[in-house]
């Protein structure tokens, strides 16, 4: 997860799709950090983003470097233990305001998934992670 991650960072923002029923949605997201092993997002639960992803945790993320392309297929998992949440708001403070002003912002961890570089970064097979 250590290569999932330092790509998604290096290539900020992400795009993260969820659905809205039937309907696909895709949007930027800028706050990405890695605790304990795993990659997180932060969005807020009161957007449509939060609502789609209460609905329905699957989700896929793409994000590209002009050369190559790092794709996810993953659950966004809620974790609002106090240890996850200090740790996103330590790599991006700006967030701490919002954060203690409001209390619908949500942190999520990337679970159950696959993580597919393409092409891959090797001669060979693609590059898939499961996570």
Not at 70 to 87: F, H, K, T, Y
């Amino acid at each position: 997860m250590d290569e999932v991650f330092d790509f998604l960072k290096r290539n900020a923002p992400l795009f993260l799709a969820t659905t809205d029923g039937e309907r696909p949605y895709l949007r930027p997201v800028g706050a990405v950090n890695f605790f304990e092993g795993k990659v997180y997002v932060q969005t807020n639960r009161e957007k449509p983003v939060g609502k789609q992803i209460a609905a329905n945790p699957n989700a896929a993320i793409c994000v590209y470097d002009g050369k190559n392309a790092l794709r996810i297929s993953c659950q966004l998992v809620e974790d609002m233990r106090p240890e996850a949440v200090e740790s996103m708001l330590q790599a991006y403070p700006f967030l701490r305001e919002k954060y203690e002003a409001e209390d619908t912002d949500v942190v999520y961890c990337l679970a159950n998934g696959t993580a597919t570089f393409a092409p891959p970064r090797t001669e060979g097979a693609p590059d898939v992670i499961k996570f």
